[in-house]
């Protein structure tokens, strides 16, 4: 029986793109229990080593679903697990500065996870194995046409590339994680915007023993900048393989330079290569070699009318910073569990357009500091008074911060609209990645968000719980309750609550509501603040009054 072969008519949700960020979509999607069916033009999971930089945040997400441990173990075996990030004139002569020299410096008091380098092709078929392990249904070599939408659905049309077999499917809501190219998106009419094409780059994968220059250096990214390239290495620890990303032959004040597809044969790839390790005694061989646009794009909306967008769909930016892949799986992780809450009757469907509102200024933000990066970092000489400012990698990683419908301020939002904060400063303002504590030995405080709301309160708010419970059992949403297993002078400083105050932290662990001290009202005080999360009457969500509860 072919995969075309089943009848599969009406779908919940259906995503265009099973690539790195369609992938995520799936599993975050499949893990809240929700019907999804993927579709992908290529026969299968990534075949090169794309979006290796996997930040805290993404780290943290890939924890959620289970996948963390066997990520790490991926990355010890090909990359050092604390890798700097420098700029050599070429390997073979040093390094001229330093930009990180600790991939995973300071990271403690923030997380319990650690950056690492994993290649896409090995995260893919991780993610891949872990949806299907969820349930969801994943369909290659196949594209999707969309026929038509209305207030209920999106017609689609799936094709097999191979057969010109055709079947037809109603989705409730369509996800496009159809890459930097979208169809989805250009059938939308959403404009892309921004920095625009920066250079059209190359990425050189090549063997060859280099283990000399390497020594006993823990490198992660190599920036590369001389008289004849400008870009970056990534290697393997074996010192026998890795790419080289060419950006600009050179000065790329130089008229052409930016343009590094014009005769790039292998032999002119060989030379870069060897140039940038600085030794000509190096045997290189080149293994392929791929041409592609380095841009700083996002787009002027993320959806229209039942359908969405994530990944490089929604935002194209350059690799400086590792910022890509990352966003678009932070994209799709916002986007999942409402999703979730919409289909399951359990929010309004007014939930889901504070996907655009929160992950849109982000999208802005993550391009800015991506774009400022690639100007600092390979080219310097184009910078001028329209290049952002620079926030450091904590800022950019873990934060951003949200305002929309589904977080309800309190009135300690940034007075400058800023939407990054530095984690040390974010003091749980609704709006916020919750913080991180070790709740017990092995178990973070973010360990205890994921599958529903949840109510984290001082060691003096028990009434909270009582509150937590009976909200959740008139709604049928799942709240549970904590106490936060840290001192109150802590506990005040990463959540701005006080031992008798509470704080309710959303499905992707952000959170959305707070309150400082106890209440006399605590179900009304939270029946209100769900109310509003989820774009529902409170007459709806508040708990039904008994004398045992008055």
């Known amino acids: 029986m072919t995969q075309f072969a089943r009848d599969r008519e009406n779908v919940p949700v259906l995503v265009v793109g099973g690539s790195l960020v369609g992938l995520a979509t799936s599993v975050f999607l499949a893990s809240y229990g929700v019907e999804v069916l993927t579709v992908d033009r290529h026969p299968g999971t990534a075949i090169h080593p794309r979006a290796g930089h996997l930040h805290l945040r993404t780290l943290e997400l890939m924890r959620s679903v289970g996948l963390e441990d066997s990520l790490q173990e991926l990355s010890a075996a090909k990359y050092f697990p604390n890798g700097s990030i420098n700029e050599v004139y070429s390997l073979a002569e040093g390094e001229i500065a330093t930009y990180i020299p600790d991939l995973n410096g300071g990271v403690e008091e923030f997380s319990p996870s650690r950056r690492l380098f994993v290649a896409q092709d090995a995260i893919e078929p991780l993610l891949r194995s872990k949806a299907i392990e969820y349930g969801a249904d994943l369909v290659y070599g196949s594209e999707v046409v969309i026929e038509g939408r209305d207030d209920s659905g999106v017609l689609a049309v799936i094709r097999e590339l191979a057969t010109d077999k055709e079947r037809r499917v109603r989705a409730q809501y369509v996800v496009g994680a159809d890459g930097s190219r979208s169809t989805i998106r250009s059938s939308l009419g959403i404009e892309m915007v921004g920095h625009g094409e920066l250079s059209r780059s190359a990425t050189i994968y090549f063997r060859a023993d280099f283990r000399h220059l390497l020594g006993d250096q823990q490198l992660g990214v190599v920036y590369v900048v001389n008289d004849d390239l400008r870009g970056f290495f990534r290697f393997e620890k074996s010192g026998l393989a890795g790419f080289l990303v060419v950006s600009s032959l050179g000065d790329p004040m130089v008229s052409g330079n930016l343009d590094t597809w014009e005769a790039l044969t292998p032999e002119r790839a060989r030379e870069l290569v060897v140039g940038a390790l600085g030794d000509e005694s190096i045997d290189v061989e080149i293994d392929e070699v791929a041409l592609w646009l380095a841009s700083a794009c996002v787009a002027t909306g993320y959806g229209r009318e039942r359908i969405l967008l994530v990944g490089d769909a929604a935002h194209v930016v350059p690799p400086t910073g590792g910022f890509g892949g990352n966003t678009g799986i932070h994209d799709a992780h916002n986007l999942a569990w409402k999703l979730a809450m919409v289909v399951k009757g359990q929010a309004g469907g007014e939930l889901l357009g504070t996907y655009e509102d929160e ?32 926030v450091d990698d904590f800022t950019a990683e873990i934060g951003y911060c949200y305002s929309s419908a589904a977080v309800v301020a309190d009135g300690h939002q940034s007075p400058d609209g800023a939407i990054g904060v530095h984690p040390r400063d974010a003091a749980g303002r609704p709006g916020s990645r919750a913080a991180h504590f070790w709740q017990d030995a092995d178990v973070s405080s973010l360990d205890l968000f994921g599958q529903g709301f949840v109510v984290l309160a001082g060691k003096e708010g028990a009434t909270w719980s009582d509150a937590a419970a009976r909200v959740s059992r008139r709604t049928g949403i799942a709240i549970t309750f904590h106490t936060a297993n840290c001192s109150a002078e802590d ?53 039904r009054r008994t004398s045992a509860t008055v």
Do not use: K, N
């Open 491 to 543: 506990f005040e400083r990463l959540y701005g609550v006080g031992e008798r105050g509470a704080s309710l932290v959303r499905p992707d662990g952000f959170v959305c509501w707070r309150r400082v001290d106890g209440v006399a009202d605590p179900d009304e005080a939270l029946s209100s603040a769900i109310a509003g999360v989820l774009a529902r009457s409170v007459e709806d969500v508040a708990p």
């Open 359 to 390: 992950r849109l200024p982000v999208g802005r933000f993550t391009i800015d500091q991506a774009y400022a990066r690639f100007r600092h970092r390979i080219t310097p000489e184009m910078i001028d008074r329209s290049v952002p400012d620079l």
